[in-house]
Structures are given as C-alpha cells and as structure tokens.
T-cell receptor, first 115, second 113 residues
C-alpha cells in the first residue's frame, strides 16, 4: 500500500539547466497537486492536475515552469533554465477526488538545489 | 478560501496536553476546518477535519465553538515525536471546489523532555 512516491529525493542543478521532478500518486488516486516550500516558509500551491488535464495552475510561475499528468506514468513538474531562486522543496500530493472531503496525501518531496 | 491565524510557535513538555488555537474570523458557511502536521524533511500529513462542535480520532481532538470563528487542535499527552509544524486550513467542501489547500505559516510545536 505504497504512498505518494516522489523522485529524485534530492536534485542538484546548475543555473540554466532543466529540472524534472516526478510524482507517482497513490493507487486509485487521479488528482495530483504540486506545492513548493522555500526554506523557513510555508507550502505554496502551484498546480492541480487530473489525468491529462491541468485544472488549476494559478500558483505556477508563467515562465519556465510546466506540469503534466499523462494517461500513463507519473506526473512531471518541469523547470527550465533553473535559477538560484528555484531552490526549494517541491511536494506532490494526491487524492481520489478533488474535494475537501478527500484529504491530500503528500509525498516526502524533492529537494532542488541550484548552484 | 478563508484566512487563518495561528501562533508562530509553542513549547510544551512530554506528557502534557497541547492546545493550538486557530482564528478564522471570515469562515464561510460551507467551509470545513482541517489540520495537517509536517515533520522536518517530510510532506504534510492529514490529522483531523471538522465542521462544528467536537471531532475526535486516534491522534487528536478538534474543538469548534458555535460561531466557528476559531478552532482548537488538542493533542493529548504529547511526546518528543510530536515536535512538528501544525497547519490549520479552512475551505469549501462543496461541489466544484478543487480541494486546493492554502497553507499559512503554521505553528511550530517544540516538545521538550
């Protein structure tokens, strides 16, 4: 009964490179959320996806960031041309339904360090 | 989504009961109150959710007064392993809501031996 799996756990990238973060939701969950947590700060919502659809991307920067949740395979958060300010912990969460009576199950995050 | 206010930090000792209060003066009729716990280097974990009066599970109790403008998370007999950040969130449970959670700063609970 595996939980939300995120990989890699730690990722180091140089400025200008691309970062790809993967999230496999819990079995039976078709709703995926991505959050970012900067050091000493709370979690900030980025994007909410269902299979093959982006439902809410109001928290995602307009440039360099993209997310997908294909029909098969994990959800991917992609950051192009990373900058030092992108260094943060990125958490993925999943739920069986996108409503408040369906608590989110979070993974343990990917810690991105941009050098 | 209603804004919440909670203490930045709290200290306690092992074996004590800890009560963390959250203010949500602008809570809407359809909003539910949910608490999450986050340990260092881990993702948040759902603790408890309620609408009014009292909710209890194996981990905690949630007390909500009649006006629902605040709520109190109660942790019985804390241990060192309860040291974590606790987040209070409110949101609409109705249809059409995305289930998106808006996190505040949370309350950092430090349990001492």
């Amino acid at each position: 009964n595996a939980g939300v799996m995120q990989n890699p756990r730690h990722l180091v990238r140089r400025r200008g490179q691309e970062a790809r973060l993967r999230c496999s939701p819990m079995k039976g969950h078709s709703h995926v959320y991505w959050y970012r947590q900067l050091p000493e700060e709370g979690l900030k919502f980025m994007v909410y996806l269902q299979k093959e659809n982006i439902i809410d991307e109001s928290g995602m920067p307009k440039e360099r960031f993209s997310a997908e949740f294909p029909k098969e395979g994990p959800s991917i958060l992609r950051i192009q041309q990373v900058v030092r300010g992108d260094s943060a912990a990125y958490f993925c969460a999943s739920s069986p339904a996108g409503t408040w009576d369906s608590p989110l199950h979070f993974g343990n995050g990917t810690r991105l360090t941009v050098t | 989504l209603a804004k919440t206010t909670q203490p930045i930090s709290m200290d306690s000792y092992e074996g004590q009961e800890v009560n963390i209060t959250c203010s949500h003066n602008n809570i809407a009729t359809n909003d539910y109150i949910t608490w999450y716990q986050q340990f260092p280097s881990q993702g948040p974990r759902f603790i408890i959710q309620g609408y009014k009066t009292k909710v209890t599970n194996e981990v905690a109790s949630l007390f909500i007064p009649a006006d629902r403008k605040s709520s109190t998370l109660s942790l019985p007999r804390v241990s060192l392993s309860d040291t974590a950040v606790y987040y209070c969130l409110v949101g609409d449970r109705g249809s059409g809501n995305t289930g998106k959670l808006i996190f505040g700063q949370g309350t950092t609970l430090q349990v001492k031996p």
